[in-house]
């Protein structure tokens, strides 16, 4: 759709752990209807599927993979409460696209992580890819912190998890970002300490999805409440409702491009003295 056309449209895909399913059938839609993108950004979940649509993949070899995941193969520490090491996540990206660099990748693509040694954002559009979406996907407190370079790289959700302005930043006129974790922030009735500090939790992280809404044009947001964040079950439905969310999106994108061909409305993206580019 894209194609011979002056302008750059980008697409960002947001975290949500295993919510980040619908992005495979969200890339299914767009398949069908034979759209384009100049440039992929893509957060923690978002950095997995958005590494490998950069590199070539249909959306049913990602299902094919995706499908025979079991969480033993990314989470490899059994003792309660010790956090695994990131070799499960890198090993899958290396399985499904070899162990090569970023800038070797088919579509110009970026992974976004923060750094807590700088406290900084990082986004990393160059160097190892399998080290790179393993460093983006690194949850506090589940997994061993990325050693990248001189960096020690934890989950980009902490600062940006839904990474619309990196694509508007390396020169896109529109951005497409899928959030698929809409119902992140739900309140709590419950004033035992635990349940507390998990909706304060869901709050800080809501804010962190405030910049990706302000950067895209449009945004998808798969219904995906009845799912777990930690679990795998109902992978299908989690598909099924990236693809539904992506068939209904189609209309809005094509009237978008076509009506502002020669109207570009520029965003305003993140301070980049506030992020770190690799």
């Keep these: 759709m894209f194609k011979n056309k002056k302008i750059k449209v980008g697409l960002a895909l947001g975290g949500g752990g295993a919510r980040g399913f619908t992005h495979i059938g969200v890339i299914k839609a767009f398949e069908e209807f034979g759209l384009k993108f100049d440039y992929i950004s893509g957060t923690s979940a978002g950095s997995v599927v958005g590494a490998c649509y950069a590199g070539g993949m249909k959306w049913k070899e990602m299902y094919d993979i995706a499908k025979s995941i079991r969480e033993k193969d990314i989470r490899t520490s059994k003792i309660p409460l010790v956090p695994s090491k990131t070799e499960g996540i890198e090993n899958l990206m290396i399985s499904a696209l070899g162990d090569i660099n ?36 690194c949850v506090p407190g589940i997994f061993v912190p990325v050693k990248f370079g001189d960096m020690l790289l934890c989950d980009g959700g902490l600062q940006n998890t839904i990474p619309a302005d990196m694509p ?5 006129d529109y951005v497409i970002a899928v959030d698929c974790n809409s119902e992140r922030t739900y309140g709590t009735e419950s004033v035992k300490v635990l349940d507390v500090l998990s909706c304060t939790i869901r709050i800080l992280m809501k804010g962190n999805a405030v910049k990706g809404y302000v950067n895209a044009d449009i945004v998808l947001k798969p219904n995906t409440k009845r799912f777990r964040a930690t679990k795998t079950d109902g992978f299908d439905d989690m598909v099924e409702e990236g693809y539904r969310a992506g068939i209904d999106a189609i209309h809005e994108i094509k009237s978008l491009v076509k009506k502002r061909k020669f109207f570009f409305r520029k965003k305003k993206f993140s301070d980049p003295k506030n992020i770190i580019f690799i």
Excluded at 107 to 135: M, Q, R, Y
């Design 102 to 137: 970023i800038e070797d990748l088919k579509i110009p693509f970026s992974a976004v992580a923060v750094d807590i040694k700088t406290t900084k954002e990082v986004c990393i559009s160059h160097g190892n890819l399998a080290k790179a979406v393993a460093g983006s996907c």
């Design 168 to 172: 508007r930043y390396f020169g896109c």
